[in-house]
């Protein structure tokens, strides 16, 4: 195993295309965001550069001041919004979320990206103002991460549905999902419940009930649930039940 | 004195003219769109989510899944972004490169050709339909000789492309491409001085340049516009630089232009694809992957890499922390998505049977639009 691994502290050996590091005011002027960074210059907090691809980190109440002075000097195509959730990001310190914004200016040719820190209480300005475009991206966001815009014309769910308890792509959201069967349909399920054994005439340890952090990628998840072993024992009774008609219908 | 009402009607999800789940909530004042809203994640199976618990080569599958019409594409589009995390978009071998660039062209073709049969029939034309799955069959026949699957391929590596090409390939492809420009006659002769055809597309869901940049449309919408933008040209990858083709542009920004530019670019595919042949027979054999550690823990930083996919744009955007071999974190930038958006203002004012031209000229998949 240790002559798969490759010696971990050598990074910026492996990528050659990379300059010498710059520092926070030569990047600020860089000339692709130079026009843009003299106008707002006080917003900008840091700035960082890897593979080629400038970060700018933004004041987050100013965010909208930001990209519009980008927009104005040529970046008038917003390319992507991500959010990032750094709470189990090693040696983190600061606030939870990020969002991502990149910009292509199609005079330059050239992308740059803008980035705000923000945590689940304070809300992220819209950019809908500044491009149409991000519209969804923000809803998307929103849907997975709970961070909030404000000043969205309709911030509401748009991947997951109306009424799903919880944000997926928050580290701390298990892999396996939450059962929000309580949630969805509370004429069928008692409050505090949801799916249960019996309920769908299976074996509580066939049924797709979330127990507990699923602990790592490879292990299949079955032997986890009906309390059963560490994974590497797989419960042999399930694997030799044949197969009837009443569970061909699940 | 008539009383007029505006009714609210569910276009989808269980509709074939939207494409797989596609749900639109129509507002309309007889058989006139007052206003739409698409209603999206159907089909959401939390990829971007599955990408943060699994190895870099463990992805690649899973990016099949998302526009599962172009999966070389999508393929490319992640190992290209890992590449440049890793800084080793440069060592890629030629005859590498020339697959994956072979692939993607071939896949450009058949998810064109795939368009434009649901297109064409979503508007009543049938025959379209019989006659490109024609051609569609020969590519993904080609396609299962080189890699086994003829939809979710897997046929790209992180550093390169897992296998050399069969014994005859390039031959067949070379049949194919000799052929292909007259499969295209064919399908312009049957549609693009059809009265009936210009009568459903010409005037239909314009898009203004500005409009179109607005709202961050990408691909042939956008190119329909009158927009000269194609990644392969702009911000060029793989051996892009060294093969001659055009970018096809609108002027009027409507469905019959982006129908146009739609087949103008399949010839221009088709014209690489015939470049390649000769190249590839000029690298040497077995050359096929940059050399790289068996185990991929790219360096701390971030990353945002697009390539041109037959439906736009499409990015990824990663962000490695450093210490492990998953990505912290990858979202993805899908063409579909963003270009579904603009739906709304394109299709307001416009009649309830228009609604399912403009659909089918945007040019979704749902896979990709909900991942």
């Known amino acids: ?250 | 004195m008539f009383d007029v009402h505006e009714m609210e009607v569910n276009f989808g999800p269980q509709h074939p003219s939207t494409h797989g789940v596609l749900r639109v909530l129509l507002r309309v004042d007889g058989e006139r769109i007052v206003d739409a809203k698409p209603i999206i994640g159907y089909l959401h199976r939390g990829t971007e989510k599955l990408f943060e618990h699994m190895a870099y080569p463990q992805c690649v599958p899973h990016t099949d899944r998302m526009d599962y019409v172009a999966s070389a594409t999508n393929n490319l589009g992640f190992v290209e972004t890992v590449e440049k995390l890793l800084g080793i978009s440069k060592n890629i071998p030629k005859r590498a490169q020339l697959i994956r660039v072979m692939l993607s062209e071939l896949q450009r073709i058949s998810s064109h050709l795939l368009w434009l049969a649901t297109h064409a029939i979503d508007i009543g034309a049938m025959t379209p339909f019989f006659y490109t799955f024609r051609e569609r069959e020969q590519i993904l026949d080609l396609f299962e000789a080189y890699c086994g699957a003829r939809l979710t391929l897997n046929c790209m590596r992180i550093g390169g492309v897992p296998e050399d090409l069969p014994y005859g390939w390039l031959d067949d492809v070379d049949e194919f491409t000799s052929k292909f420009e007259a499969a295209v006659d064919e399908y312009e002769s049957l549609l693009t001085n059809n009265r009936i055809w210009k009568k459903r597309t010409v005037g239909i869901g314009v898009l203004s340049p500005e409009d179109a940049i607005e709202w961050g449309i990408t691909g042939p919408p956008l190119r329909g516009c009158g927009v000269e933008w194609d990644l392969r040209r702009k911000q060029p990858y793989e051996c892009y630089p060294e093969l001659e083709f055009d970018v096809p542009v609108g002027k009027n920004g409507d469905t019959y232009d982006r129908y146009l530019v739609r087949m103008v670019e399949m010839r221009q595919s088709n014209r690489i694809l015939r470049q390649c042949i000769p190249l590839i027979k000029e690298t040497p054999e077995g050359d096929l992957k940059a050399k790289i550690s068996k185990v991929i823990r790219p360096p701390e930083g971030e990353v945002y890499h697009s390539i041109e996919s037959p439906k736009g744009e499409l990015g990824y955007y990663i962000v490695s922390d450093g210490k492990t071999q998953n990505a912290y974190r990858c979202h993805v930038r899908p063409p579909s998505f963003v270009n579904l958006q603009a739906l709304p203002a394109m299709a307001k004012g416009h009649l309830v049977s228009d609604l399912v031209a403009l659909i089918g000229t945007i040019d979704i998949v749902l896979g990709e639009v909900d991942r």
């Open chain 1, 1 to 250: 195993m240790s002559e798969l691994t490759p010696p971990s502290s050598s990074p910026p050996a492996a990528t050659p295309g990379a300059p010498v590091a710059r520092s926070v005011d030569e990047i600020k002027r860089d000339p692709l965001v130079s026009t843009a960074v003299s106008r707002v210059d006080d917003a900008i907090l840091d700035a960082k550069e890897f593979a080629g691809e400038i970060t700018l980190f933004a004041d987050r109440d100013r965010i909208v001041e930001v990209a519009r002075a980008f927009k104005d000097s040529g970046f008038v195509y917003l390319v992507d919004l991500a959010g990032v959730d750094y709470s189990k990001y090693p040696n983190h310190t600061g606030l939870r979320f990020s969002v991502s914004y990149t910009l292509y200016s199609f005079q330059k040719n050239g992308r740059v990206r803008l980035r705000v820190w923000t945590d689940e209480k304070g809300a992220v300005p819209s950019v809908t103002s500044v491009w149409k475009t991000a519209n969804w991206h923000e809803r998307e966001t929103y849907d997975m991460f709970g961070i909030t815009f404000s000043g969205h014309p309709n911030l509401e769910r748009i991947l997951m549905w109306e009424g799903f308890n919880g944000f997926p792509l928050r580290k701390d959201f298990p892999i396996r999902g939450v059962d929000t069967g309580a949630r969805i349909y509370p004429e069928v399920f008692p409050e505090g419940g949801g799916p249960k054994a019996g309920s769908t005439g299976k074996p509580a340890a066939d049924v797709n009930v979330y127990k507990g952090e699923w602990k790592r990628y490879g292990t299949w998840p079955a032997a986890q649930i009906g309390g059963g072993g560490n994974g590497a024992k797989a419960p042999a009774k399930p694997a030799a039940k044949a197969i009837t008609t009443e569970d061909a219908d699940v």
